[in-house]
């Protein structure tokens, strides 16, 4: 019986654990909205570009190496890249180079740029906290429009009842004479009044579900229910500790566009250091190593003295007496044979080692005309940086603006709903007071319709009022840099 009882216990903590997390509390909708959201997500990938524009800028300021080779027949008349003597014969050549390269000094325009490339790197990672604050702002809203119409399909029902409640007590008054029949029929249309005002705002419910989803980036056929916190319980500053001068220089430091907006001036003061160090020389450091190979495919084996003999058709040049010398010329037997791999092979290795050869440098590079290029550029950075300071002092402008706007209509939002609460008791009073005479006979059936329906216009603009009240105000709370809790 008592491991009955202990799986029955854990089974039920299990299933209760369950329903809980199959509700969609606002932090889980906004992890959720985060991790999905298209723009967060966009401008994550900017981010990651960004750092590898560091990593790029930060790499420009080690030396550069170069490996390469080419291999080749070489037909026809050419130079033997060896010996540098022309010869006409099939050959086969090799070179190998390395070279590598250093910027010694250049006015640190490779200093300026890694500091301008990690300023806007900072910059783009402020730009995924803002497009992650503005999904999760975006989700609060459409979030507390799902809980303002859940609670307004909350006080239609109470409405039906209290409808039906009357409806029924004045069919007993009806049937036993006490009350005319229209009194009944006036009820009973009131009743489908109400029913109607409850279909309406299961509609309006649905329809905020459905935005939250899309929000949400979230199968709209998927099984979606949202927990419901008791409004009594949600956390609010005080208007004492959210004056619009307070958050506006707390927002200054802890909104993303505006820090994202302080490191994009940053970047715009580096890059006129970079463009300005374009118009100055740039002293560098390299080194070259290099070898060749080149080999015909024939091989001379040797050659054979066989003496002179005349050329055919010479003229004779000396004549001595009766002698006549003709000129005459070498007779040389050459023998060659084709040359295999083994031999071409060993030839390499030994014209690699003996070809090789070593350079060091240093170059130094002055720029004296390049179509003002450079001196345009040197401007454009200047007027950049100039366009960057006038949109962050418009961003902060706007900022301020919107602090003091949103303060504002919170405290419109508030007196709203003060006012809201004496509405609800008025109509409250009156309704119980005009219940009670209509037991007695002393009010008809319309006027006691009438009341009620004050009840509720007055009990449903409260719910608006109330959640309008609590986003106005953590509205103001994310500015200050709080985030988005209920």
Same mark, same amino acid.
């Given at each position: 019986?008592?491991?009955?009882?202990?799986?029955?216990?854990?089974?039920?903590?299990?299933?209760?654990?369950?329903?809980?997390?199959?509700?969609?509390?606002?932090?889980?909708?906004?992890?959720?909205?985060?991790?999905?959201?298209?723009?967060?997500?966009?401008?994550?990938? +900017? #981010?990651?570009?960004?750092?590898?524009?560091?990593?790029?800028?930060?790499?420009?300021?080690?030396?550069?190496?170069?490996?390469?080779?080419?291999?080749?027949?070489?037909?026809?008349?050419?130079?033997?890249?060896?010996?540098?003597?022309?010869?006409?014969?099939?050959?086969?050549?090799?070179?190998?180079?390395?070279?590598?390269?250093?910027?010694?000094?250049?006015?640190?325009?490779?200093?300026?740029?890694?500091?301008?490339?990690?300023?806007?790197?900072?910059?783009?990672?402020?730009?995924?906290?803002?497009?992650?604050?503005?999904?999760?702002?975006?989700?609060?809203?459409?979030?507390?429009?799902?809980?303002?119409?859940?609670?307004?399909?909350?006080?239609?029902?109470?409405?039906?009842?209290?409808?039906?409640?009357?409806?029924?007590?004045?069919?007993?008054?009806?049937? #036993?004479?006490?009350?005319?029949?229209?009194?009944?029929?006036?009820?009973?249309?009131?009743?489908?009044?109400?029913?109607?005002?409850?279909?309406?705002?299961?509609?309006?419910?649905?329809?905020?579900?459905?935005?939250?989803?899309?929000?949400?980036?979230?199968?709209?056929?998927?099984?979606?229910?949202?927990?419901?916190?008791?409004?009594?319980?949600?956390?609010?500053?005080?208007?004492?500790?959210?004056?619009?001068?307070?958050?506006?220089?707390?927002?200054?430091?802890?909104?993303?566009?505006?820090?994202?907006?302080?490191?994009?001036?940053?970047?715009?003061?580096?890059?006129? +250091?970079?463009?300005?160090?374009?118009?100055?020389?740039?002293?560098?450091?390299?080194?070259?190593?290099?070898?060749?190979?080149?080999?015909?495919?024939?091989?001379?084996?040797?050659?054979?003295?066989?003496?002179?003999?005349?050329?055919?058709?010479?003229?004779?040049?000396?004549?001595?007496?009766?002698?006549?010398?003709?000129?005459?010329?070498?007779?040389?037997?050459?023998?060659?044979?084709?040359?295999?791999?083994?031999?071409?092979?060993?030839?390499?290795?030994?014209?690699?080692?003996?070809?090789?050869?070593?350079?060091?440098?240093?170059?130094?590079?002055?720029?004296?005309?390049?179509?003002?290029?450079?001196?345009?550029?040197?401007?454009?950075?200047?007027?950049?940086?100039?366009?960057?300071?006038?949109?962050?002092?418009?961003?902060?402008?706007?900022?301020?603006?919107?602090?003091?706007?949103?303060?504002?209509?919170?405290?419109?939002?508030?007196?709203?709903?003060?006012?809201?609460?004496?509405?609800?008791?008025?109509?409250?009073?009156?309704?119980?007071?005009?219940?009670?005479?209509?037991?007695?006979?002393?009010?008809?059936?319309?006027?006691?319709?009438?009341?009620?329906?004050?009840?509720?216009?007055?009990?449903?603009?409260?719910?608006?009022?109330?959640?309008?009240?609590?986003?106005?105000?953590?509205?103001?709370?994310?500015?200050?840099?709080?985030?988005?809790?209920?």
């Amino acid at each position: 019986m008592k491991y009955f009882l202990v799986v029955g216990f854990s089974l039920l903590f299990l299933y209760s654990h369950a329903q809980t997390e199959d509700k969609w509390t606002l932090q889980r909708c906004v992890e959720y909205a985060i991790k999905n959201n298209i723009s967060v997500k966009q401008a994550d990938v +900017q #981010a990651r570009l960004a750092a590898l524009q560091v990593q790029q800028a930060k790499l420009f300021q080690i030396p550069t190496l170069s490996l390469g080779t080419g291999v080749g027949v070489q037909l026809g008349r050419s130079i033997d890249r060896t010996t540098n003597i022309y010869t006409n014969t099939q050959a086969l050549y090799q070179n190998i180079q390395a070279n590598s390269n250093v910027t010694l000094y250049n006015w640190n325009r490779l200093k300026s740029n890694v500091a301008a490339a990690q300023f806007s790197a900072q910059a783009a990672l402020a730009d995924v906290e803002k497009a992650s604050n503005d999904a999760a702002l975006n989700v609060a809203t459409y979030y507390l429009q799902v809980l303002s119409a859940n609670e307004q399909i909350k006080i239609s029902k109470v409405q039906i009842q209290q409808t039906q409640t009357q409806l029924d007590i004045t069919r007993k008054q009806v049937k #036993a004479g006490a009350l005319p029949e229209l009194n009944q029929i006036e009820l009973e249309a009131q009743l489908a009044n109400d029913s109607s005002n409850y279909i309406a705002a299961k509609t309006t419910f649905l329809q905020s579900v459905l935005q939250l989803k899309a929000v949400l980036n979230l199968d709209a056929a998927a099984p979606f229910e949202v927990d419901t916190p008791n409004v009594l319980t949600i956390p609010l500053e005080s208007f004492a500790d959210l004056q619009p001068e307070v958050v506006y220089a707390l927002a200054l430091n802890n909104q993303p566009l505006q820090k994202g907006n302080t490191y994009r001036l940053k970047a715009a003061q580096k890059n006129i +250091q970079v463009a300005k160090a374009a118009l100055y020389p740039t002293l560098g450091f390299g080194i070259s190593l290099g070898t060749n190979f080149y080999n015909s495919f024939n091989q001379l084996d040797g050659y054979t003295f066989n003496g002179y003999a005349p050329i055919t058709g010479a003229e004779p040049i000396v004549k001595v007496g009766t002698n006549t010398y003709y000129v005459q010329s070498p007779n040389i037997s050459i023998t060659q044979s084709k040359r295999n791999f083994g031999q071409l092979w060993q030839g390499w290795s030994n014209q690699i080692t003996n070809n090789f050869g070593q350079g060091l440098g240093i170059n130094l590079s002055i720029p004296v005309f390049n179509n003002g290029q450079n001196k345009i550029a040197y401007q454009q950075s200047k007027l950049n940086f100039k366009n960057t300071q006038l949109q962050n002092e418009l961003a902060d402008f706007t900022l301020k603006n919107n602090i003091y706007t949103a303060y504002s209509n919170a405290e419109l939002a508030f007196e709203k709903f003060n006012a809201g609460k004496k509405s609800v008791m008025s109509s409250q009073k009156a309704y119980d007071f005009a219940l009670k005479r209509y037991a007695i006979g002393m009010l008809g059936t319309i006027d006691l319709i009438t009341n009620q329906n004050n009840l509720l216009k007055a009990k449903l603009q409260q719910v608006a009022n109330e959640y309008d009240y609590i986003f106005k105000m953590k509205l103001l709370e994310f500015y200050k840099g709080m985030g988005l809790k209920l």
